[in-house]
């Protein structure tokens, strides 16, 4: 349903719960601060942007989004391909990309296509989100010891040997300040849950900056001072070339909005026990990626960790959502002049303590111990991601998690011979003897073969029919397979068939199709495969088969006690 949960929730909207709303907006736009700047220094743009990245999309995420308490801001995921697209695009690109992405989001919307993102394996997830979170601890080094170091390399393994190479040019002061910047970041929640304990350290360790004259870098140091004024829409040059250069990233920064949106609204659900609305959400998801560049935003998506302040502080509504953007903007016209003062040093500190709790370690070693194919996903993917590309990682991750599924549905699609089951003795005590349907209680006259598939015939199974098909030591009359438990077939498995009955016909043998369900008989249906096989060949029931291989090959029927064809 493409309906806001703002307009769901307006409807029983009362005094109590908009004072709850403001309480919560209130303290995640404080927490959303110094996130916003530390991911958009991060990420290669100046904090500006990242700021209003929380304003603009904030705002539109949770005035439009499927979700109740749904946050939306710059998040630690997108830091990394952000970084990759700005070095080798640039700002323009970056540009060009977000708004593709954000198109991209609005149709896998409308499309419906929200519960789909819900089946990407976890080892793919898990892999890639705690690669980004390596990222973005190795990021941080530079500033976090104040390394006299000039621009530091992109890639992984030549980012560590720079730090290695300048590791004697250590700042003692930058030092200081992240480790005190990170010692209140963990132990102030001791003191007070309600004020975040980024925001206390930002204030803290700026005053003790200004106040004691560190030579630290601060952000006018680098970046200048932060604009107070708001930054007029300007829609971006589009040319076929720089669209072309940056489809690869869009539908990244989309695959990842996506996801990161969807989990964070599971997330939610499970604390405040409420249900998304997946499609929507994508769709103010797009929407908001396709506003804030016009701004000068960077990519936007759900942010778990803000979400959940929101919930843990009486956030109940899309208003506390809206509430945060807005303290956000007050704080940024008002006072963000004064951001220029803030040390860099305690934007490092605060995004290794988030990398720390991206990198969901205990999930990792947890997954470390699933089946080996679960393993492989998860390092290949993780691996790519830190030593490669995000983009690659995720690629191979879902190629390689697909074709591991696929061996597994052909492993349980099985394809045997029921000559054996028409010997009663040797079922005797097992559940053939209770099935009604089952072969031994039927007589399979000479010059008949019985087949039959269990599980779904796709083409992974199809090479295993042909296998078990192949071993058939002399051809037969006729040949049934039987279909009884094939749930679904695809067209690979319709064009096996097809190719037993063309090939089976130059031997001298008639194919039939028994017990033929719903999905299978539709997808036969005006199939160049049913035309191959025949109409008249397809029967609803094993008996049926077996009256017309009686029928083919002479042998006289008659009816018997229990119904089914026998022989004289």
Excluded: C
Aim: aromatic share 6%; hydrophobic share 50%; proline share 5%.
């Amino acid at each position: 349903m493409l309906v806001p949960k703002l307009v769901t929730t307006l409807k029983t909207y009362d005094r109590d719960q908009f004072l709850g709303d403001l309480t919560a907006g209130v303290i995640v736009g404080v927490v959303a601060l110094p996130l916003a700047i530390a991911f958009a220094i991060a990420s290669g743009v100046p904090p500006g942007r990242g700021l209003w990245t929380a304003i603009v999309a904030g705002f539109i995420i949770s005035a439009l989004g499927g979700s109740r308490v749904q946050i939306g801001g710059p998040t630690g995921a997108f830091v990394v391909i952000v970084y990759g697209i700005v070095q080798k695009y640039g700002i323009d690109g970056l540009t060009v990309a977000t708004l593709m992405a954000g198109a991209i989001l609005v149709v896998m919307g409308l499309a419906k296509l929200g519960s789909a993102i819900k089946f990407i394996p976890r080892p793919v997830v898990t892999g890639f989100t705690s690669g980004i979170a390596v990222i973005i601890f190795s990021g941080e080094i530079k500033d976090f010891f104040g390394l006299s170091m000039g621009a530091v390399p992109s890639a992984f393994i030549a980012k560590w040997q720079a730090f290695a190479a300048h590791a004697g040019g250590i700042t003692p002061a930058a030092l200081g300040v992240s480790v005190a910047s990170m010692a209140i970041i963990l132990l102030w929640p001791r003191v007070n849950r309600r004020i975040p304990g980024p925001f206390v350290a930002l204030i803290v360790m700026t005053a003790a900056a200004q106040l004691l004259h560190l030579p630290v870098e601060t952000i006018g140091s680098r970046f200048g001072t932060i604009a107070a004024s708001v930054p007029h829409p300007a829609v971006p040059h589009l040319s076929l070339a720089q669209i072309s250069a940056v489809v690869g990233p869009a539908f990244t920064i989309a695959f990842l909005a996506a996801v990161e949106s969807l989990l964070s609204a599971v997330v939610a659900d499970g604390m405040i026990g409420s249900r998304h609305r997946s499609n929507m959400e994508l769709v103010a998801q797009g929407v908001a990626n396709l506003a804030a560049p016009l701004f000068g935003g960077i990519p936007a998506t759900g942010a778990i960790a803000r979400t959940a302040t929101n919930i843990k502080n009486g956030g109940r509504t899309p208003v506390a959502g809206m509430v945060h953007a807005l303290t956000l903007l007050v704080i940024t016209v008002f006072v963000g002049q004064w951001a220029a003062l803030i040390p860099l040093s305690v934007l490092a500190a605060i995004l290794v303590v988030v990398a720390y709790h991206m990198s969901e370690w205990r999930t990792f070693l947890t997954e470390l111990r699933s089946p080996k194919s679960d393993v492989a996903v998860l390092l290949t993917t993780f691996l790519l991601t830190l030593l490669v590309d995000l983009t690659v990682g995720i690629g191979v991750g879902m190629v390689l998690a697909a074709f591991l599924f696929i061996r597994r549905m052909a492993e349980v699609t099985q394809i045997s011979s029921v000559a054996d089951e028409s010997d009663e003795d040797a079922h005797a005590g097992d559940p053939y003897e209770t099935d009604p349907n089952a072969m031994h209680r039927r007589s399979v006259p000479k010059g008949v073969e019985v087949f039959e598939i269990n599980g779904p015939f796709f083409f992974g199974a199809a090479e295993s029919f042909r296998d078990t098909i192949g071993q058939v030591a002399r051809k037969p009359r006729v040949l049934i397979i039987r279909m009884r438990y094939v749930p679904a077939l695809d067209s690979t498995g319709m064009y096996t068939l097809s190719e037993l009955a063309r090939r089976s016909r130059k031997d001298g043998t008639t194919v039939l199709l028994s017990d033929v369900h719903m999905q299978p008989m539709v997808a036969l249906t005006g199939s160049p495969a049913l035309t191959e096989i025949g109409k008249e060949n397809l029967f609803d029931n094993i008996d049926a088969a077996l009256a017309r291989a009686r029928e083919l090959i002479g042998v006289p029927v008659v009816e018997s006690a229990s119904g089914a064809g026998g022989e004289r």
